[in-house]
Every structure is written in C-alpha cells, then in structure tokens.
T-cell receptor
Framework: DGGITQSPKYLFRKEGQNVTLSCEQNLNHDAMYWYRQDPGQGLRLIYYSQIVNDFQKGDIAEGYSVSREKKESFPLTVTSAQKNPTAFYLC?????????????FGEGSRLTVL | EDKVVQSPLSLVVHEGDTVTLNCSYEVTNFRSLLWYKQEKKAPTFLFMLTSSGIEKKSGRLSSILDKKELFSILNITATQTGDSAVYLCAVELNTGFQKLVFGTGTRLLVSP
C-alpha cells in the first residue's frame, strides 16, 4: 500500500542537540511538506519541496533545515537554534500541480525537548 | 494576514445527534477549501470545495462553501462514536505551490 512513513514516532532530546526526523513516501508524489502542530494552533508550514534537489522555506523555517536528495525522502532536522522545538511534526506529500487539493499525511513524530 | 477560524473549538454530543462545524476565512487569494479528519495522528482528507453552493456529500458527512460570505460548514448526521476526532479546515491559496492555511480545528467527542 502506498503511503507516507515518518520515524521515529516519539523522540526525546536534550537542549542543544540536533535531531533529524525521517519522512519517506512511496506515492510517487513530487511535492513534500513539513508542518508543525501545537495545541491550540493550526498546522504551520515549516518547509516544502516541489521537486528533487529544491526546497523552500515556509512560514516558520527558523531553526530547521531539510534536504531533498531523493524523490521519496524529505528529512527534517530540528537544530539547537529552534527555540521551542517541542511539538508534533507532520510530513505530507501531494502531486506537484496546484489544485490537486489533497495532501497525504504521515502519522507524525512527537518531539519532546527535556 | 491570511486567517482561517473554526468554531466551536470543541463540542460533546450524544450518538445519533447531528452536528454542524463552522469554518470562516479571510485570505488574499482563495483557490479551494479542504476539510480533514484527525483521529489520532495523521489527518485524513474529507472534502475539497471550490464552488459556492455545491454540496459535497460522503455518507453521513456533507459540506458546502459560501464564497460570498467566506465560510464553509461541515455537517455530520446520525453521529457515531467513530466520528470523534479533530476536524481541520484548510484554505488553499492561489500561489505558485500548494499553500494551505489551517484553522485550529474543532474537537468533536461523540458519547455513546
């Protein structure tokens, strides 16, 4: 079955450490996205990529970095520069052309900074 | 600033009740409005609406968009405990990529 796989599901980190969240999709989608979800707030876009080897900052990119070396993979690194990294992180993908509408989401990764 | 507001923030109903969830928006360049259901982790797609007045329906769920008044509603009839979830409304902007602006969601609890 096609879908999006995120790992790890739960992650704990000490302050000052970088962590990388994995996102893999086998839907053959060109576009991939990272969102952050906090209680009482809507999903906010961190980074997106419409094609391999290209990515763009979203609304809250500070303290995060990404890469897109393969179509299937879009890992997110939460760096020590991110001031409030504890959150639920969702990866999504879609067909590249605008107007396709539907984003497919992974199961999410919950990061807790101790 | 683009904004999507959902109401109520949460509600509790009994099985069999009908519920209406609201979504209003103020955005600079509207393309479509989408509804998602988030039960535990991954949001799942429900509807995409682009035209006013045309109801989208799937089983007990239906949704409609009013582009003049800038809002959408999601109706769930004969609710079941399996409908308990957070319902997310998102507006897709007419930009160079698929930019979605999400509301905070409505948490629905259906009690048996």
């Amino acid at each position: 079955d096609g879908g999006i796989t995120q790992s790890p599901k739960y992650l704990f980190r000490k302050e000052g450490q970088n962590v990388t969240l994995s996102c893999e999709q086998n839907l053959n989608h060109d576009a991939m996205y990272w969102y952050r979800q906090d209680p009482g707030q809507g999903l906010r876009l961190i980074y997106y990529s419409q094609i391999v080897n290209d990515f763009q900052k979203g609304d809250i990119a500070e303290g995060y970095s990404v890469s897109r070396e393969k179509k299937e993979s879009f890992p997110l690194t939460v760096t020590s520069a991110q001031k409030n990294p504890t959150a639920f992180y969702l990866c999504a993908s879609s067909k590249a052309r605008q107007g396709q509408g539907e984003l497919f989401f992974g199961e999410g990764s919950r990061l807790t900074v101790l | 600033e683009d904004k999507v507001v959902q109401s109520p923030l949460s509600l509790v109903v009994h099985e069999g009740d009908t519920v209406t969830l609201n979504c209003s928006y103020e955005v600079t360049n509207f393309r479509s409005l989408l509804w998602y259901k988030q039960e535990k982790k991954a949001p799942t797609f429900l509807f995409m609406l682009t035209s006013s007045g045309i109801e989208k329906k799937s089983g007990r769920l239906s949704s409609i968009l009013d582009k003049k008044e800038l809002f959408s509603i999601l109706n769930i009839t004969a609710t079941q405990t399996g409908d308990s979830a957070v319902y997310l409304c998102a507006v897709e902007l007419n930009t160079g990529f698929q930019k979605l602006v999400f509301g905070t969601g409505t948490r629905l609890l259906v009690s048996p």
